[in-house]
């Protein structure tokens, strides 16, 4: 199974700044997503993270607000940009891996 | 488009008694079908899935699920709870093998002794 690591695990983050979030995957993988789980609501897929070109988007979700790197096979850097409290959410990371999809521990992240 | 629907949004229940968590999908396509816990303050973790074959799937600590296609649902049930059950539980679908997962609201189930 795939082993995923994200950082920041959580982070308090003022209105109007940005904070990047980053996936480090154990192994290569193709794809890579990131999905928003806002309080109490289910997950929701932001963006899929493509090598060498750039990411797909999901309908409501921007380049602007969420740009998203994807340098390598292993890795991919999510940045939440000009922060708002609606941003308040837990971001995380899923790599497809055989018949399934692993996900990271999460970022919590709290707008203030 | 595809959707999950998982209709309740938190579902009560005493320890040792039997459970049902409901989910329902829309697609025009053929599915994939998982389930996901999520225990408290942890991250998500694959409970079962369904790709083909048997309509009934086991998980490793005595859930099950099965694929009904007539009438588009994955319920997830259990003959007796702990209350280590205690989590948060989504269905989710995918159409095709990238596993971009679609998902539902999340049921809460919670176990009292």
């Known amino acids: 199974s795939a082993v995923i690591s994200q950082k920041p695990s959580r982070d308090i983050c003022q209105r109007g700044t940005s904070l990047t979030i980053q996936c480090q995957v154990d192994?290569?993988?193709?794809?890579m997503f990131w999905y928003r789980q806002q309080p109490g609501q289910s997950l929701t897929l932001i963006a899929t993270?493509?090598?060498?070109?750039?990411?797909?988007?999901e309908s409501g979700f921007v380049i602007d607000k969420f740009p998203i790197s994807r340098p390598n096979l292993t890795f991919s850097t999510l940045t939440v940009s000009n922060m708002s409290p609606e941003d308040s959410s837990i971001y995380l990371c899923?790599?497809?891996?055989?018949?399934?999809?692993?996900f990271g521990q999460g970022t919590r992240l709290t707008v203030v | 488009a595809q959707s999950v629907t998982q209709l309740d949004s938190q579902v009560p229940v005493f320890e040792e008694a039997p459970v049902e968590l409901r989910c329902n999908y829309s697609s025009s396509v053929s599915v994939y079908l998982f389930w996901y816990v999520q225990y408290p303050n942890q991250g998500l973790q694959l409970l079962l899935k369904?790709?083909?074959?048997?309509?009934l799937v086991e998980s490793i600590n005595g859930f099950e699920a099965e694929f009904n296609k007539s009438q588009t649902s994955f319920h997830l049930r259990k003959p007796s709870v702990h209350i280590s059950d205690t989590a948060e539980y989504f269905c989710a679908v995918s159409t095709d093998s990238s596993y971009k997962l679609i998902f539902g609201s999340g049921t809460r189930l919670l176990v009292r002794p």
């Open positions: 369904y790709l083909s074959g048997s309509t």
């Open positions: 192994s290569q993988v193709t794809m």
């Open positions: 899923s790599v497809p891996q055989g018949t399934e999809a692993f």
């Open positions: 993270a493509n090598q060498g070109s750039e990411a797909t988007y």
